[in-house]
C-alpha cells in the first residue's frame, strides 16, 4: 500500500475519532447541583446562575453542569440543620459567624471565605422632628427607655438579619467587636437592650426585608429602623419619594459576608463536588463581582465602583460607598448563640 494511502487512511480514521469522541463528550449527562442562598443574595445568585448554566463549564469526562438554586433563610436551617440525607450541594448563608454555629451531620467545606458583604445599617426620616439624639446605638437605646418611640427590625427569632441587630447592639454595650460567651449572657446587656426590643410594636407584621416594611404605607409609623444595606439600597427610590432618609453605620456592624460551603456526604459523587467548587470558582470571577453593586450588594474585596448607579444616588442620604473603619461583630460558636435566642423569644422577639 502506498505511504500517500496509509496517511489518508490514518487521517480520515483520527477525524472520525475526533468526531466520536465530539459526540460522546456532548451526549454526557448534566451533573445537576442545589445550591442554597439566604434571601440577602438571592436575586445577584439567581442571575449568576442562568449565566454559569449556559457557559460551557464541565466536570469529569466533559459533564456540563447546571445549578439549581433554592432559597433557605438562616434560622430554617438552624431549625433543622442540613443532613447526609437532606443537604444542597452548595450552600451559601448570610453570615458566616451564624453559620458557624450550626452543628450539621454532613461534611462542609469552605471554598470561598466571602462572596459579597453589606453591613448593617440604621435609617430615619430626616425631615421629621425625632426623639433620638443621634442615630446610633445610644442615641437609640434611650429614646427607647424614656419615650414611646417605634423601632422596626426582622424578627430576632425568625431571622438572621434580626438576630445580627441584637448582637450589634450587644457589642456596642460592651465596646467589643469580639462577643464571649459571658458578654452574650450578660443580664446587664440584656437590660439595656429590652427597651429596644420593647420598641417594636409587632415583629409578626415585619417581614426579612425591612426596608420593604419601612417603604409601605405601614412605614410612616416608624421612628427608626435597622436592617442590611442592600436592602436599603433596593428600596432606595421608594424611601425617597415618602421621606428625606437619613442613614447611618453602627460602630460595630454585623457584616453580612456570604461565604460559599460545598456540603457532601457519603452520597455525593466527585463530579458533584467538582461541579461546586467550579460554581464558586465563577462567582468569584470578575464578571459577578462587578455585578454585586447593581443589587446593593458589595464586592467580596475592595468597595463598589465610582460608578455604582445605587451607592452614588445613597451617598448624600448617608450611605458611603467606602466604609470607614468600623469593627465587624465576632461571635462564639456555642451555646450562648442559643441562649441569647431564647432570651429574645422570651421578650416577644
Same mark, same amino acid.
Given at each position: 500500500?502506498? =505511504?500517500?494511502?496509509?496517511?489518508?487512511?490514518?487521517?480520515?480514521?483520527?477525524?472520525?475519532?475526533?468526531?466520536?469522541?465530539?459526540?460522546?463528550?456532548?451526549?454526557?449527562?448534566?451533573?445537576?447541583?442545589?445550591?442554597?442562598?439566604?434571601?440577602?443574595?438571592?436575586?445577584?445568585?439567581?442571575?449568576?446562575?442562568? $449565566?454559569?448554566?449556559?457557559?460551557?463549564?464541565?466536570?469529569?469526562?466533559?459533564?456540563?453542569? =447546571?445549578?439549581?438554586?433554592?432559597?433557605?433563610?438562616?434560622?430554617?436551617?438552624?431549625?433543622?440543620?442540613?443532613?447526609?440525607?437532606?443537604?444542597?450541594?452548595?450552600?451559601?448563608?448570610?453570615?458566616? #459567624?451564624?453559620?458557624?454555629?450550626?452543628?450539621?451531620?454532613?461534611?462542609?467545606?469552605?471554598?470561598?471565605?466571602?462572596?459579597?458583604?453589606?453591613?448593617?445599617?440604621?435609617?430615619?426620616?430626616?425631615?421629621?422632628?425625632?426623639?433620638?439624639?443621634?442615630?446610633?446605638?445610644? #442615641?437609640?437605646?434611650?429614646?427607647?427607655?424614656?419615650?414611646?418611640?417605634?423601632?422596626?427590625?426582622?424578627?430576632?427569632?425568625?431571622?438572621?438579619?434580626?438576630?445580627?441587630?441584637? /448582637?450589634?447592639?450587644?457589642?456596642?454595650?460592651?465596646?467589643?467587636?469580639?462577643?464571649?460567651?459571658?458578654?452574650?449572657?450578660?443580664?446587664?446587656?440584656?437590660?439595656?437592650?429590652?427597651? /429596644?426590643?420593647?420598641?417594636?410594636?409587632?415583629?409578626?407584621?415585619?417581614?426579612?426585608? /425591612?426596608?420593604? *416594611?419601612?417603604?409601605?404605607?405601614?412605614?410612616?409609623?416608624?421612628?427608626?429602623?435597622?436592617?442590611?444595606?442592600?436592602?436599603?439600597?433596593?428600596?432606595?427610590?421608594?424611601?425617597?419619594?415618602?421621606?428625606?432618609?437619613?442613614?447611618? *453605620?453602627?460602630? *460595630?456592624?454585623?457584616?453580612?459576608?456570604?461565604?460559599?460551603?460545598?456540603?457532601?456526604?457519603?452520597?455525593?459523587?466527585?463530579?458533584?463536588?467538582?461541579?461546586?467548587?467550579?460554581?464558586?470558582?465563577?462567582?468569584?470571577?470578575?464578571?459577578?463581582?462587578?455585578?454585586?453593586?447593581?443589587?446593593?450588594?458589595?464586592?467580596?474585596? #475592595?468597595?463598589?465602583? $465610582?460608578?455604582?448607579?445605587?451607592?452614588?444616588?445613597?451617598?448624600?442620604?448617608?450611605?458611603? =460607598?467606602?466604609?470607614?473603619?468600623?469593627?465587624? /461583630?465576632?461571635?462564639?460558636?456555642?451555646?450562648?448563640?442559643?441562649?441569647?435566642?431564647?432570651?429574645?423569644?422570651?421578650? #416577644?422577639?
Amino acid at each position: 500500500m502506498r =505511504r500517500g494511502t496509509i496517511f489518508i487512511i490514518l487521517f480520515v480514521l483520527i477525524a472520525a475519532a475526533l468526531v466520536a469522541a465530539t459526540t460522546l463528550l456532548r451526549s454526557q449527562p448534566p451533573v445537576e447541583i442545589d445550591v442554597a442562598v439566604d434571601p440577602l443574595a438571592e436575586l445577584w445568585l439567581r442571575a449568576a446562575a442562568l $449565566e454559569f448554566n449556559t457557559s460551557g463549564v464541565t466536570v469529569g469526562v466533559g459533564r456540563p453542569v =447546571r445549578v439549581n438554586v433554592i432559597v433557605a433563610p438562616g434560622m430554617q436551617i438552624l431549625n433543622e440543620p442540613w443532613s447526609s440525607s437532606n443537604h444542597p450541594d452548595g450552600w451559601i448563608p448570610a453570615w458566616s #459567624g451564624f453559620a458557624a454555629g450550626i452543628r450539621m451531620a454532613v461534611t462542609a467545606n469552605t471554598e470561598a471565605l466571602s462572596l459579597a458583604r453589606t453591613p448593617l445599617v440604621w435609617m430615619r426620616d430626616a425631615s421629621e422632628d425625632s426623639a433620638i439624639s443621634a442615630l446610633t446605638w445610644d #442615641g437609640v437605646q434611650e429614646a427607647a427607655g424614656s419615650n414611646r418611640i417605634n423601632v422596626a427590625f426582622s424578627s430576632p427569632s425568625l431571622s438572621v438579619q434580626g438576630f445580627a441587630v441584637v /448582637v450589634s447592639g450587644a457589642a456596642h454595650f460592651h465596646d467589643s467587636g469580639v462577643l464571649t460567651d459571658t458578654q452574650l449572657n450578660d443580664k446587664a446587656m440584656r437590660d439595656w437592650l429590652k427597651p /429596644v426590643i420593647d420598641s417594636v410594636p409587632n415583629f409578626n407584621t415585619i417581614p426579612n426585608d /425591612v426596608a420593604t *416594611y419601612v417603604a409601605g404605607p405601614q412605614g410612616r409609623t416608624v421612628d427608626v429602623a435597622i436592617g442590611p444595606e442592600s436592602q436599603w439600597l433596593a428600596s432606595l427610590d421608594v424611601l425617597a419619594r415618602t421621606y428625606t432618609p437619613e442613614f447611618a *453605620y453602627p460602630n *460595630y456592624p454585623v457584616m453580612f459576608d456570604f461565604p460559599y460551603i460545598t456540603l457532601s456526604s457519603a452520597q455525593t459523587t466527585g463530579d458533584e463536588r467538582a461541579a461546586s467548587q467550579a460554581f464558586a470558582s465563577y462567582l468569584l470571577g470578575d464578571a459577578q463581582q462587578r455585578a454585586l453593586d447593581s443589587y446593593g450588594l458589595r464586592p467580596a474585596l #475592595g468597595e463598589p465602583p $465610582e460608578t455604582s448607579a445605587k451607592f452614588v444616588a445613597a451617598e448624600p442620604y448617608g450611605i458611603m =460607598r467606602q466604609l470607614p473603619g468600623l469593627q465587624a /461583630v465576632q461571635i462564639p460558636q456555642s451555646s450562648a448563640i442559643s441562649g441569647l435566642r431564647q432570651w429574645i423569644l422570651s421578650n #416577644g422577639g
